[in-house]
Every structure is written in structure tokens, then in C-alpha cells.
């Protein structure tokens, strides 16, 4: 998100009467009066758009992405496409460009926008009216092969498996995320606001019977001006290169925090360290987008996989200190994989730069969650990486991994499975591990092999896709305690998932009929991500200042440029602790001063300390606070390449976000260009008359303002 304000204006929701030329005269007026009735002018020239979500510009290594407009916004004449043979009308024959278009959701795909796109000089911009229901075909605005040039499979790796020559993960991509538009696109929701948009248009521009529409013609203006171009490196350097008081910066690189915990607690003070003992780490991915800033719901791209994650950690909370295991488990969520991994790559960097508490020499293996949310014939598919396994060694501990997968699935009703042997990891973080080093690792997917996901990294990948849908009537307090099917199965997952770790770590066989994920937790999960996370049970894990910031909206996974952790890491870090973490009797200010008590000056090395509001009890406003102590912690999401200034890196990622001052939109009458004239014609008439008038007026004011001189001899 950027820094800059971001301002939203409110639709005025009464009827215009869109015809009339009354605010002429209400202008003029206001010109002489200059008063209160100025403001009721605006109002009835303007009509002002209310959540619009624009497109934003991009930067990496070599280029930008995205769209803009104009400093002063761009203004073009509403046409509605109803029809892909309409677009003519836009592109050549209509008679009052530019146009400002606005398309129905199944007209937004890459032949139209790239027709717009190159005819922009008769385009002034694009608005998406976001639909209630996802399009059935399946619309993917990201690329067929994501993250093909930072992942381990290159031309040096193995070259017949890089570029995704072997397999194409996303068949549905359509590249539209990484195009460069220069005239802004927004996404408008399809509700009452639309309908007064649509009706301007009825009245003012659609042509009848083959004629032209007569003026006055609907227009609208749209603001959305970015202030970094060209490329990272050239955005950077503009950053560095202002010397005043308070610099303007005109992009921020993309970055958060990843979110980890430990099954036993490590000594954070320690950066490094070689123990006696290896870690298992269990990964998944928190991030999103699409093709819109602020729209990233990735319920199945991110959501389905840390929320098996989070079902399987807490299902592993009573066996880890009741029978802990010989390993430890590192629950690692990782934020900014969509643009070039992020967040696995500063990880795996401050492993090799001893900035981490664990070393990579200490990484027995990897277990990541990916893409878990539409399990087709109850199938979990097991990638590995085939060029890794040729070294019989890692081969025979992936066969491990895989058979410990195998054994915790008895009884589950999903059956476990690998994809042929020749095929590579799909996009996932493990590939950032294998960059450092050969270790043993498995993908956890829900598809063989081109993804299961027909929307992935689009506003369409929401909970309507993942059908986490409730009966009708029922209360939002009642959504929350309702076990949807979605949540039952990814319960199964995450129970398997559980069981599979302890094992792997070393965990007793007789422990795992113990194990089991809770599908009450995971639908409330499913419920507080995708549908609203201002619910009673998110409300009560979270610090009443992350408590006001909860909407009843579904969260943003986007990854920002935020100083701050993000809403989405805020909430995995809260919900883990209190899913691992234990409860401690001791008073708010010795859980915010990080300790037990005060002998203990050591235990915030250790664990860390939060306090959270608690629920309140019946007939009461005041909730019951309480401390909860956990082995979570956040560490630095941060692209290498900015620590280095490498913004030219091909290893790390180089993505910035521009900012930008002022998104808004608004809605009004235009005149036709001779009457335009005509009022220029006229105001320049008048002046002209008033700079001749006051001539005269100030030549003969001797005259005009004399008075008559009393006579020197006058008595009295």
C-alpha cells in the first residue's frame, strides 16, 4: 500500500437531473457570492466515484508494469461495452473521443485490453465492473510460468526443466498483470453506484437508430497519476538523489515480515548457531494479488495452504510438549513469494549470513503447503524435485518424507500420491532452499500437475471458489461456528500434514492417533480470512489496536510496502501464537515488558509475549484480557537486493511499488466543443470589455469623481 494518502470520495445518491444547464447559472452566481452556495455547485456538476480500486504501477530490474494517468487525471467521454463487436465504436468510429470504457467483467480479458491498449490515444481509461458471481471459464491476469527466472530451474540448474518446458503451471495465465498500460484502470463494484453510471450513459451517449449522441455527453475523470518510472534502479536512485528537508520519495520496495515459530524454544540472541539437533521446516506461502491494488483474496493460491498450516501446528500443540520429538519443527509462513519470492529468499540469505537463529547446515527437511483448497477425488499429490533426487542420498530421504506422508494419510479417506518422476517443483518456496543447497523436500499440492486453481493470483480466487458458503439466514456469529465442507476437508489435510511432521521429527508412532486437526478452528479460520475478519473470535486473539483495524470485508493479501506488519501477517502471527502458545498468569505490564516475573530477565530470549483483549463475558463490555507466551516471532521480508543495492539483481527480487498522491473518480456532463468555444469566446469578450471599460473609467476619473472647488473668498 503506498504511504501517501489514498482519498475515497462518496457517491451522491440522489437522482441528477443530468440535462439541465442550471449550474451555469448557479456558477455565475457563485462567481459574484462566493459563499455557501459554492459547494452545492460541485455537488451538482460531479458525481463522485466511491470505492474505486485502481491498478498500480509495478517496478522491477528491467522495467514497469501497471498503469497510470495523467498529472491532472484523464477525462474521456462514458461508453459502456456491451459486446466485443461494440469495440469499434471505441477504437474507430465514434465521434467523441477519448473514450473512458467501461466493461463488463467477461469483456476483461487480454484481446480487449490489448486492443485498447494500442489504441490509447483514443482511450482515455478503463473501468471494470467487478461481478457478484466468478465467470465460469476460468480468468487468470498472471503469467503461465510465475517466478520462471528466480526459481532453482535455469539453464545452469537443468535446462530442460527451466522456463517450464516440461510443464505449464498456470495454462490459464494470460500475462495481463504484467502489461503496461498509460491510462488507468479501475474496478468498480457492481451495486447501485454502477446503476447511476449506466443510466448517464442511457441518457446522454448511446447511440439510436446509427445516429450520434448529442451533447451534453456523460464524461468521466479518473486520477491515478504514479511517480516512479522506467525501472527500479532508476526509482532508487531518485530516492537517494533528494536533498531537501523533507524528500519526496517516489517508490517503496515490496516487502513485510514472515511469521515463524518453534516446537521448542530458540534462543533468538543466538544468530547462526550449528546445534546438535536438525529442524524439520514446514512452509506456506501468505501472500496474493491481481491485477487491482488492494483486491488480493488467494484463497486458494495462499489462504488454503497457511490455514492447513495453522490447523496442523495446533494440532501438533499437546503431543510436542507432552512427547516432544527428537527434531524440532520450524512453522515458517512466508510473505511477498507472488513477486520473485521474497520472503524464501531473505530467509534462505540469512541462513548462508548467520542472521538467522537456525543454520541451513541445521535443515533436515522440507514440508511446504501450497495450493490444498480444491482436492478433486480426494488426491493429494507429493512434488519433489527430480534433479536433486538423483543424488541417491536426498533420493532415499524424500522417499522417507513421502512415506511418512503416506502413513499419516491411513484412515483419512485422501489417498497420497507423486507425479511422474521427471517432473519439476511447481512455483513454491522450496525452490529458493534447493538454490542454496540440495536438501530433502516435498511440495504438498492438490493438483498433478498445471494447477487445479482456474483463477490463481485474480480477485476471483475467493471464498465463492472455494465454496465456503453457508445456509441462508444465518447470522454472521452463526457463519463463524458453521463447518463448511471445505473446512472438513482441509481439517483431513491438516491432520495428515500434523502427523506426517511429528513423524519426520522423530516423533513416536503410538502419538499420532492424538493428533488431530480441529475443523471448529479451521472453518473459523476459513470464515475470518475470506469472508470478514471483524468477527467475535478474531476480535478476542488479537491487541485491541489490531482489534479496530478488522474489517468486514475479506483480507487483502497483497504484500504492500507497509513499515508495519501487514493485516495478514498481524493475524497469522496472533492466531499461531494462540494456536502453539500457552496462557500465563501474570499482569499486562510484565507481558508487555517481555517477562515472567521480574527474576526471569532472560525468558524474552526465548518466547515471546503478547496480550490480547480476551473475550468479554455475558452482559458486559469489558473483556478479560490475558498474556499469551509462544515461540513466535517476525522476521525481515525484505528483498536481499535492497540491503545490497543490487537493484539490477537476477537473483533476488527487484519490485517496487510507486507512489502516487491522489486515487479518486467522478462522473459529469461535458458541452460539445463549439459551445466550449462560445464560452470562451464570451468570458474572453467580457474581459476584454472590462479592461476597456476600466481604462476609460481611470482616464477620465478627474472628471467622473471630481468634486466642485469652494470659491477662496468664500465667508461664512
Same mark, same amino acid.
Given at each position: ?52 480500486? !485502481? ?38 468510429? %465514434? @465521434? ?8 463488463? *467483467? ?13 489504441? *490509447? ?19 487468470? !491476469? ?11 530451474? *535455469? ?28 491510462? !488507468? ?24 437508430? %446509427? ?26 536512485? /531518485? ?42 521446516? =514446514?512452509? =506456506? ?26 490447523? =496442523? ?49 541445521? +535443515? ?5 503447503? %501450497? ?15 527430480? +534433479?536433486?533426487?538423483?543424488?541417491? *542420498? ?19 479417506? &485422501?489417498?497420497?500420491?507423486? @507425479? ?5 517443483? @511447481? ?14 523436500? +516435498? ?62 521429527? %522423530? ?21 475470518? &480470512? ?11 486473539? +488479537? $491487541? ?9 470485508? $475479506? ?9 508495519? $506488519? ?51 463475558? @455475558? ?9 499469551? /507466551? ?87
Amino acid at each position: 500500500m503506498s504511504t501517501l494518502p489514498v482519498v475515497f470520495f462518496a457517491f451522491q445518491t440522489r437522482k441528477m437531473d443530468l440535462r439541465s444547464n442550471k449550474w451555469i447559472i448557479n456558477f455565475i452566481v457563485c462567481l459574484f457570492f462566493m459563499g455557501a452556495s459554492c459547494s452545492s455547485v460541485e455537488k451538482k456538476i460531479y458525481v463522485h466515484l466511491n470505492y474505486t480500486i !485502481p491498478c498500480v504501477r509495478l517496478l522491477n530490474a528491467t522495467h514497469q508494469i501497471g498503469c497510470q494517468s495523467s498529472l491532472s487525471g484523464d477525462v474521456g467521454v462514458l461508453h459502456v461495452l456491451e459486446s466485443e463487436e461494440n469495440l469499434d465504436w471505441v477504437l474507430r468510429s %465514434g @465521434p467523441n473521443p477519448p473514450y473512458m470504457v467501461i466493461l463488463e *467483467s467477461w469483456l476483461f480479458n487480454r484481446p480487449v485490453m490489448i486492443k485498447l491498449k494500442e489504441s *490509447s490515444r483514443r482511450v482515455a481509461g478503463v473501468v471494470v465492473v467487478a461481478p457478484s458471481t466468478n465467470p465460469a471459464e476460468g480468468f487468470s !491476469p498472471h503469467t503461465k510460468c510465475p517466478n520462471e527466472n528466480t526459481g532453482v530451474y *535455469s539453464e545452469s540448474y537443468d535446462p530442460v526443466l527451466a522456463h517450464c518446458n516440461e510443464t505449464v503451471w498456470n495454462p490459464l495465465g494470460n500475462g495481463l498483470s504484467y502489461e503496461e498500460f498509460d491510462f !488507468p484502470i479501475f474496478s468498480l463494484k457492481d451495486d447501485n453506484d454502477t446503476q447511476i453510471i449506466r443510466q448517464c450513459y442511457m441518457e446522454h451517449n448511446r447511440a439510436a437508430n %446509427g445516429s450520434s449522441p448529442r451533447y451534453p455527453l456523460c464524461a468521466m475523470q479518473l486520477y491515478s497519476h504514479m511517480s516512479a518510472v522506467t525501472d527500479t534502479a532508476t526509482c532508487m536512485r /531518485r530516492n537517494d538523489i533528494n536533498f531537501s528537508i523533507s524528500p519526496e520519495m517516489v517508490c517503496d520496495p515490496l516487502g513485510d515480515y514472515n511469521v515463524w515459530a518453534s516446537t521448542r524454544p530458540l534462543n533468538t540472541t543466538t544468530k547462526g548457531h550449528k546445534m546438535w539437533e536438525k529442524v524439520v521446516i =514446514a512452509a =506456506a506461502r501468505l501472500d496474493s494479488r491481481s491485477f487491482f491494488f488492494d483486491i488480493a483474496p488467494g484463497a486458494e493460491s495462499a489462504a488454503s495452504g497457511f490455514i492447513t498450516l495453522l490447523g =496442523a501446528a495446533h494440532a501438533l500443540r499437546n503431543a510436542t510438549q507432552e512427547a516432544p520429538p527428537n527434531r524440532t519443527i520450524l512453522y515458517t509462513f512466508f510473505q511477498g513469494e507472488t513477486f520473485d519470492y521474497i520472503g524464501s529468499s531473505r530467509l534462505v540469505y540469512d541462513m548462508e549470513n548467520n542472521e538467522f537463529v537456525v543454520d541451513l547446515d541445521n +535443515v533436515d527437511s522440507v514440508l511446504e503447503v %501450497g495450493q490444498v483448497g480444491r482436492l478433486n477425488n480426494s488426491r493429494i499429490w507429493l512434488h519433489s524435485d527430480p +534433479v536433486s533426487r538423483r543424488n541417491s *542420498s536426498i533420493d532415499d530421504e524424500v522417499n522417507k518424507l513421502v512415506n511418512n506422508l503416506r502413513s499419516a494419510s491411513a484412515g483419512s479417506g &485422501f489417498s497420497v500420491e507423486e @507425479p511422474g518422476v521427471s517432473q519439476p517443483l @511447481p512455483p513454491s518456496s522450496f525452490q529458493r532452499f534447493l538454490r542454496a543447497r540440495q536438501i530433502p523436500g +516435498v511440495v504438498i499440492e492438490d493438483h498433478q500437475s498445471a494447477f487445479a486453481n482456474r483463477y490463481y493470483e485474480s480477485m476471483f480466487d475467493n471464498a465463492e471458489y472455494l465454496n465456503v458458503s453457508y445456509p441462508p439466514n444465518l447470522t454472521p456469529e452463526e457463519q463463524l461456528e458453521f463447518v463448511t465442507d471445505t473446512a472438513k476437508a482441509l481439517t483431513e489435510v491438516a491432520t495428515i500434514v500434523a502427523r506426517a511432521l511429528y513423524i519426520q521429527a %522423530g516423533g513416536a508412532d503410538t502419538q499420532l492417533r492424538n493428533i488431530n486437526a480441529d475443523p471448529q478452528i479451521v472453518s473459523q479460520m476459513l470464515y475470518g &480470512f475470506l469472508v470478514r475478519s471483524n468477527n467475535s473470535w478474531f476480535q478476542q486473539l +488479537v $491487541p485491541a489496536d489490531l482489534a479496530s483495524h478488522l474489517t468486514d470485508r $475479506p483480507t487483502n493479501f497483497y504484500v504492500g510496502v507497509t513499515q508495519q $506488519p501487514s493485516e495478514p501477517t498481524s493475524l497469522v502471527q496472533y492466531l499461531l501464537a494462540n494456536l502453539t502458545g500457552s496462557t500465563m498468569n501474570i499482569t499486562q505490564d510484565d507481558c508487555q515488558n517481555q517477562r515472567e516475573n521480574e527474576s526471569d530477565k532472560d525468558s524474552k530470549h526465548l518466547y515471546n509475549y503478547r496480550w490480547v483483549q480476551g473475550a468479554a463475558p @455475558p452482559n458486559s463490555t469489558n473483556r478479560q484480557g490475558y498474556c499469551v /507466551r509462544s515461540t513466535v516471532h517476525l522476521s525481515k521480508a525484505l528483498s536481499p537486493a535492497f540491503d545490497l543495492r543490487e537493484y539490477t539483481s537476477k537473483d533476488y527480487s527487484t519490485w517496487t511499488e510507486s507512489r502516487w498522491k491522489t486515487i479518486k473518480g467522478r462522473v459529469f456532463l461535458v458541452a460539445s466543443h463549439e459551445l466550449e468555444m462560445l464560452t470562451l469566446g464570451v468570458g474572453v469578450g467580457v474581459l476584454l470589455t472590462s479592461l476597456l471599460l476600466t481604462y476609460i473609467i481611470s482616464s477620465k476619473a478627474d472628471i467622473l469623481f471630481s468634486s466642485g472647488r469652494e470659491p477662496t473668498n468664500a465667508t461664512y
